[in-house]
């Protein structure tokens, strides 16, 4: 039926990994938009192409740049009910798909996952991660491994949700969120809110066609996030010379330890190079002297094995400064998540602060 452009076509949750999710309003005109970045800008998308992933389509991520995307070049996707590596690599060679979209652990997973024996991944040309930062170490193994590109990029719900990318095409710098896609304009600023010189860390501020209109029954929230024709995103990030997004991390995740500013993504890099570890997460939790000391929640590469903790903090302390080395390292089987597969930061730090709590395999799955 005929729809403004303006009006709500969907409301979709933000992942609440810093606190509650909240209902954001994405209008018909963000939805289209965004589909047509991602189709045309970054895919090259034509009727020939065949999708594959194993996301969720109530999420931003699935729901818009897989699912909307496709539909609108008039491709063709398969969804899979879940993520299994060896079902994965099966049904990109029987669905002959083009392009698969996962975030950062089915990347991790596939890198080291045995392949089955007669597959054809001929037709296999691009991948998109998203959800959370794509570890740089995971980013050369899946690529050297499968001779297949992936686009790492920055996006938000708030956003509809991409607003950046690494082109297949052109320039292409890892460990970077990539460069805008066309009509976004980005700002750094600081806690004042002024400019930042290039290549300097600060909020990272959005305007462009794909911003929604809002959060769902929430105006004061809403006119504080989207202020001034604005998007504040709440992350740090810095832009290079080149007009290059590298995000720092999340503001509300950075740990403050003892009078110095910590972001966990400089942290959790440097453990995921560690031969053994799968995943980890840093955060800080409560302490007496030092405001907040820094907690490491390393899950080891095989489900059984165990990672040597005094290894790992030497390893650490050659890559880092001394403040930023973790104080205390804690194996678990499975990190926490929320509905969308973020990890689940308020979790681990109510585990931090009672060691008697251990995240689940529930938990994990939700």
Known sequence: ???????????????????????????????????????????????????????????????????????????????????????????????????FMGVPTMYWTMARAELPQGLDLSRWRACVSGGQALPIDVHERFERRFGVLISEGYGMTEASPSVTGNRFHGMRKPGSAGQPYMGVEMRVVDDAGRDVPVGEPGELLLRGPGIARGYFRKPELTAQTFADGWLRTGDIGRIDEDGFLFIVDRKKEMIITGGYNVYPREIEEVVHRFEGVLEVAAIGAPDERLGERIVAFVVPAEPGSSVDAGALLAHCN?????????????????????????????????????????????????
């Open 1 to 99: 039926p005929p729809a403004d452009p303006a009006s709500t076509a969907l409301i979709l949750y933000s992942s609440g990994s810093t606190g509650q999710p909240k209902g954001v309003e994405l209008s018909h005109s963000n939805i289209l938009w965004n589909a047509q970045a991602f189709a045309f800008d970054l895919l090259r998308l034509t009727p020939d192409d065949i999708g594959y992933t194993a996301l969720p389509l109530s999420h931003v991520f699935g729901h818009t740049c897989m699912f909307s995307t496709f539909l609108f070049a008039g491709a063709s996707m398969f969804i899979a009910d879940g993520f299994d590596p060896q079902q994965v690599f099966e049904g990109l060679s029987a669905t002959r798909a083009t392009v």
């Open 318 to 366: 050659e890559c880092l400064a001394r403040y930023k080395v973790p104080r205390e390292v804690r194996l678990v089987d499975a990190l926490p998540r929320n509905a969308t597969g973020k990890v689940d930061r308020l979790r681990l730090r109510a585990i931090a602060a009672d060691p008697n709590l251990v995240p689940t395999d529930q938990e994990s799955r939700e």
